[in-house]
């Protein structure tokens, strides 16, 4: 299994970016995906999951900024990021979940937003 985040950069405050995950490995459609972050100092939080029918839950600091989508064919989760804040500047990884656990993450990408 392997995860691959991109997309992660320098924004200005108000700014957009969208992050992108590569899946491979296991049957994608199969399994719930979710986006995490991790500030430095803090804890990882959640910020986002969809299920394999593309239902949406977001944590309430993002929710009408942030946009989860996966694409079925290219095996690819995204996380449209807009109207970027200073707070949102962390580390940001993808995982998926075969239920009970977030079982594989990928390396991260950074969102730096000043």
């Known amino acids: 299994v392997q995860l691959v985040e991109s997309g992660g950069g320098s924004v200005q405050a108000g700014g957009s970016l969208r992050l992108s995950c590569a899946a491979s490995?296991?049957?994608?459609?199969?399994?719930?995906m979710g986006w995490f972050r991790q500030a430095p100092g803090k804890e990882r939080e959640g910020v986002a999951t969809?299920?394999?029918?593309?239902?949406?839950v977001y944590a309430t600091s993002v929710t009408g900024r942030f946009t989860i989508s996966r694409d079925y064919a290219k095996n690819t989760l995204y996380l449209q990021l807009n109207s970027l804040k200073t707070e949102d500047t962390a580390m940001y990884y993808c995982?998926?979940?075969?239920?009970?656990?977030?079982?594989?993450w990928g390396q991260g990408t950074q969102v730096t937003v000043s």
């Open positions: 995982a998926k979940t075969p239920g009970s656990w977030w079982d594989y």
């Open positions: 490995g296991y049957t994608y459609s199969s399994y719930c």
């Open positions: 969809i299920s394999r029918d593309g239902t949406s």
